[in-house]
């Protein structure tokens, strides 16, 4: 993360929702960078999507590593034999369990750190948005970054 873009988050969030922020794998904080990066890029100015898209992964935690998500993208991709051959390796149980859980759990966070029930909406559904603005905004933007 850039000085810059710490400055900007620190006059942005409250403390609460910075604790969230800062709790989040480096690679997390990366991508919800570039998530409200692109939503901004695309006109996006509304403040519940923009918290939805900084920490819409917050849950994943820090014990999800890069084995554990690229072993969960490619049972996405290919399906869940995937899962079922990598899972009995450890941590790949429990690291699962984060990343299927992460978008609930998120939510859960953003909400305990004082964001707005429509921004955890927006991240309890950003893989199947009911919001046809804003949640296609945050999926597009997600999958985009």
Same mark, same amino acid.
């Given at each position: 993360?850039? #000085?810059?873009?710490?400055?900007?988050? %620190?006059?942005?969030?409250?403390?609460?929702?910075?604790?969230?922020? =800062? #709790?989040?794998?480096? $690679?997390?904080?990366?991508? !919800?960078?570039?998530?409200?990066?692109?939503?901004?890029?695309?006109?996006?100015? =509304?403040?519940?999507?923009?918290?939805? !898209?900084?920490?819409? =992964?917050?849950?994943?935690? *820090?014990?999800? *590593?890069?084995?554990?998500?690229?072993?969960?993208?490619?049972?996405?991709?290919?399906?869940?034999?995937?899962?079922?051959? /990598?899972?009995?390796?450890?941590?790949?149980?429990?690291?699962? !369990?984060?990343?299927?859980?992460?978008?609930?759990? /998120?939510?859960?966070? $953003?909400? *305990?750190?004082?964001?707005?029930?429509?921004?955890?909406?927006?991240? *309890?559904?950003?893989?199947?948005?009911? =919001?046809?603005?804003? !949640?296609? #905004?945050?999926?597009?933007?997600? %999958?985009?970054?």
């Amino acid at each position: 993360m850039t #000085a810059p873009e710490r400055r900007r988050l %620190e006059g942005w969030l409250t403390p609460a929702q910075l604790g969230v922020f =800062d #709790a989040m794998h480096p $690679a997390d904080q990366r991508h !919800g960078l570039d998530v409200v990066r692109h939503l901004e890029a695309d006109g996006e100015t =509304d403040p519940d999507l923009l918290l939805a !898209g900084l920490l819409h =992964d917050a849950a994943k935690g *820090r014990q999800v *590593r890069l084995p554990h998500r690229v072993a969960w993208s490619l049972g996405e991709r290919y399906g869940t034999w995937v899962l079922a051959l /990598s899972a009995p390796l450890p941590g790949f149980r429990h690291a699962f !369990g984060a990343l299927e859980r992460h978008a609930e759990d /998120s939510a859960d966070l $953003a909400l *305990r750190a004082g964001c707005s029930e429509r921004t955890a909406e927006l991240i *309890r559904h950003q893989a199947a948005p009911r =919001d046809p603005g804003a !949640g296609e #905004a945050l999926r597009r933007a997600d %999958e985009a970054s």
